[in-house]
């Protein structure tokens, strides 16, 4: 079977398909989904006491997300196993650092399982937890000055993989109309090689990064106002531009994942979840992004998207 680029991102039940983390106060829940997009509602929490999620990954590498919580300066997540999580406390002082995403920038994983890392920033600084699967991370200083560059995505955009068949994820940086990527490469020695991709976005900004079409490589999508256009990526980071649509009638991009498990060759392909209001969609992907929508719901009663896939928290 082919590796692909990550554990179904925000798949808690380990049953294949990618589920969606709602919100509404201090109420958590989840939407299990299935092949036909026909969800299963789980109230997992009446009382956060605080906490808030700030991402989602599969931190101890069993083949299952969890989720990160953060409340002020402490940071903790819950181990999922079949929707019962266990809670573990990471931190209880971050000295003002914040989470901005998560990847397996070492490819420790094996094969289909990613072992997730926490990217934190802190002003200019950049530094990732790197997890070993027994949740006893390791400290590592990316960066001491960003020079204004911000993160805008976690993905394995050159398709690297690593000694153990996990995909190497890179970190996409936005400032200003520049875009740039830290590759990663298979070593694990977190020794990342800089390449600019744009000197001039023309307007457009960064979405969200998933595999469109199932090739193995993080895809970048990108908006402005209501059109929405994609950069698929090949092994050189040479990308091909892709206008998805010229009018997006207020909908917006709050998520991506591969929602009904749909596969090429194996590798999952990722679809794009969008809000309007009180409304929930989805656009589902072939190999060669043809998409189909599908209206998931026309009134949320005031939940908020908390997690749904691929992304970095911004």
């Known amino acids: 079977m082919s590796n692909w680029e990550d554990t179904y991102a925000n ?21 299990t989904e299935n092949s036909s997009l026909n969800p299963t509602w789980t109230l997992l929490s009446n ?3 605080g906490w808030s999620v700030v991402g989602s990954g599969d ?30 406390l990471l931190s209880n002082n971050l000295n003002g650092w914040s989470v901005v995403g998560g990847g397996d920038y070492t490819g420790f994983g094996s094969g289909a399982v990613q072992n997730d890392d926490i990217l934190f920033q802190n002003g200019q600084n950049l530094g990732v937890w790197v997890e070993n699967g027994n949740l006893n991370p ?21 398709g690297a993989v690593g000694n153990t068949l996990a995909n190497v994820d890179d970190i996409l940086f936005e400032q200003g109309q520049f875009l740039g990527v830290w590759t990663f490469d298979t070593s694990g020695n977190l020794n990342p090689t800089w390449h600019l991709l744009s ?16 090739d193995n490589r993080s895809d970048i999508l990108f908006q402005n106002g209501s059109e ?12 091909t531009w892709h ?8 909908w917006r991009v709050v998520g991506t994942s591969d929602y009904n498990g749909a596969t090429n060759d194996g590798i999952p392909m990722d679809d794009i979840l969008f809000q309007n209001g009180q409304n929930l969609g989805v656009w589902t992907f ?9 209206l998931l719901s026309n009134n949320l009663n005031g939940w908020s998207i908390a997690s749904a896939g691929n992304g970095t928290i911004r």
């Open 199 to 214: 000197n001039n976005l023309n307007g457009w900004s960064v979405v969200g990064s998933a595999d469109l079409n199932g």
């Open 286 to 294: 072939d190999s060669h992004l043809n998409s189909t929508w599908h």
């Open 47 to 49: 009382n956060t006491n």
């Open 59 to 88: 931190y101890n590498g069993d083949g299952t997300n969890d989720i990160l919580w953060q409340n002020g300066q402490s940071l903790g997540v819950w181990t999922e196993n079949g929707l019962n999580p266990t809670w573990h």
């Open 138 to 158: 390791t400290w590592h200083l990316l960066s001491n000055n960003l020079n204004g560059w911000s993160v805008v995505g976690s993905g394995d955009y050159n």
């Open 243 to 250: 206008l998805l649509s010229t009018n997006l009638n207020g």
């Open 11 to 31: 798949d808690f039940n380990g049953d294949g398909n990618s589920d969606i983390l709602f919100s509404q106060g201090q109420f958590l829940g989840v939407w």
């Open 228 to 239: 929405l256009g994609v950069w698929t990526e090949d092994s050189n980071l040479n990308p």
